[in-house]
């Protein structure tokens, strides 16, 4: 298998995102990449020395001072003055992956050829990217319009000789790790600041890396809700697929199916029942996570449209020898996907937090809180409000952050799409959820130990045997916290195949 990935005009999809991360491949541009950002910068040299016609922010200011001519000498300091004017983020760090993301994801939209780069601009960012040379970017800063500005003037600074950068784990100046590899500082040429800061990098990189999370976390809730429903001695005839064949939601179909066959051979969801109907909670599992995985599904055919799209402004049309001052940095899409995905994933913690509170509540043959001697063990009585706190969060987190909008740039940047804010806040509202599982699957393993010695099903066996040699069974009062811990720890380092993720 090669260990690069090649940069070529070909959509990428989120298994090839996923591929690529998975196996730590390098990039390449194919030549025909390569072709095309030279042909688009030859263009763009002849066009700028047969006229004095002004360019958006090629031979002009930016934003409100779009009107102030710059003269040839200074094109250049326009560009160097633009990304160092506008690294002005604040917060906490972006985490390498995602900077890793937003690298990939410059380099390929300034592959299309429509940008104006030097090829050695490009370049230059691969070898970034390959050497593991992440620039350090911070969270706080982008409105979702004009691009994500100022993520991407700390994503670009390091280049420059500017800024600082993550090199094997250490945050180091940027002009020290060029020095090390021997390269010189780029020269920013006409149009490469503006092209480099003006995009959706940022909210893009957090996207693809929260959908992967989200496909993962979709897939366990599942896991989690059939271990649950299992210890809860619950019924299989909700999941039967007549009912679902009725009201054929994609999600709410592929759902029920794969609790079907999460449980498959389990005794104890065999056995017969006293009792005819489940709580929502367990019942409701396939229309609730099914809503969930068909809002991801949109959400992922939206940042996928954008990964493999051209946003940064004026767009370069040298076939047809046009450029255009347009908007395609404009974050409104990605801001209403981020708020999406927030309130679908927001709901799977929701209905999580709520089979844990069955399991501690004594019902069905169940002690209550999960612990012998309830009263002088308090048992699982609290990591139950600790779902429930972290779920309230979550619900003003998933309040919808694309509805607001503040005027920039002295009013010419007059609506902005804040899809920075919704995707800082999706990584928060989906670190989360894994928080909330986690502390289901805490309470669901404990609940199943006094079911024995009835099983489950052997997969949901196997499965349990690896998380018990993590996390075991609870026989009194013990510091929770470690516990609680572990078992995210657990969640967070398995690695599901993609034919468990998305079948």
């Not at 196996?23 to 002849?46: A, G, P």
């Not at 160092?84 to 299309?112: D, N, P």
């Not at 809730?221 to 909700?238: F, M, N, Q, T």
């Not at 920075?420 to 986690?438: S, Y």
Request: with cysteine; hydrophobic share 40%.
């Amino acid at each position: 298998m090669e260990d690069y990935h090649l940069i070529i005009n070909r959509p990428l999809d989120l298994h090839d995102i996923n591929e690529v991360i998975r196996s730590n491949k390098k990039l390449k541009l194919s030549e025909e990449s390569k072709q095309k950002i030279v042909q688009c910068r030859q263009y763009l040299d002849k066009k700028l020395e047969e006229s004095d016609r002004p360019f958006y922010g090629i031979n002009t200011g930016f934003g409100s001072l779009s009107n102030v001519k710059i003269n040839d000498q200074n094109l250049s300091r326009l560009q160097r003055n633009l990304v160092i004017s506008h690294a002005c983020g604040t917060g906490e760090f972006v985490s390498v992956e995602i900077v890793k993301l937003m690298l990939w994801f410059k380099i390929r939209s300034l592959s299309f050829g429509h940008s104006g780069v030097q090829l050695e601009t490009v370049e230059r960012l691969i070898d970034f990217y390959n050497k593991d040379v992440f620039p350090v970017v911070y969270t706080q800063g982008s409105l979702g319009a004009s691009g994500d500005l100022a993520p991407l003037a700390h994503l670009t600074l390091p280049i420059l000789g500017e800024g600082e950068v993550w090199y094997e784990g250490k945050v180091k100046a940027s002009m020290k790790i060029l020095n090390h590899f021997g390269w010189k500082p780029i020269e920013l040429k006409s149009k490469e600041g503006l092209a480099l800061l003006n995009g959706t990098q940022f909210m893009s990189a957090y996207g693809i890396h929260l959908l992967l999370r989200s496909h993962k976390l979709a897939y366990l809730g599942d896991l989690i809700g059939a271990i649950s429903l299992d210890a809860y001695d619950g019924l299989i005839e909700p999941f039967n697929d007549l009912v679902h064949l009725v009201r054929p939601h994609s999600g709410q179909v592929k759902t029920a199916k794969r609790l079907q066959h999460l449980l498959e051979e389990s005794e104890l969801i065999n056995r017969p029942k006293d009792h005819i109907q489940d709580p929502y909670s367990f019942r409701c599992m396939p229309q609730v996570h099914g809503a969930t995985k068909d809002t991801i599904d949109f959400v992922e055919k939206t940042f996928i449209t954008e990964i493999n799209a051209v946003t940064d402004n004026p767009n370069i049309f040298y076939a047809e020898d046009k450029i255009i001052s347009g908007g395609n940095f404009h974050g409104q899409p990605l801001a209403l996907a981020f708020d999406y995905l927030k309130i679908a994933m927001a709901e799977l913690g929701n209905i999580s937090e709520r089979r844990t509170f069955q399991l501690v509540s004594g019902q069905r043959g169940l002690p209550e809180f999960l612990v012998d001697n309830p009263g002088l063990n308090s048992g699982f009585m609290i990591p139950q409000y600790t779902a429930a706190s972290i779920v309230s969060a979550n619900k003003q987190l998933a309040t919808p952050a694309s509805v607001d909008s503040i005027v920039s740039s002295n009013g010419q940047e007059d609506h902005v799409s804040m899809g920075a804010n919704a995707a800082t806040q999706a990584l928060t509202l989906i670190d989360n959820i894994e928080r909330v599982l986690a502390i289901e699957l805490f309470n669901a393993s404990q609940a199943l130990h006094f079911r024995e010695p009835l099983k489950s099903s052997p997969f949901i066996e196997a499965f349990l045997k690896a998380y018990r040699n993590v996390v075991p069974f609870v026989k009194e009062d013990i510091f929770l916290h470690q516990e609680i811990m572990n078992s995210i720890r657990f969640l967070n380092a398995l690695n599901l195949d993609n034919e468990a993720l998305y079948n």
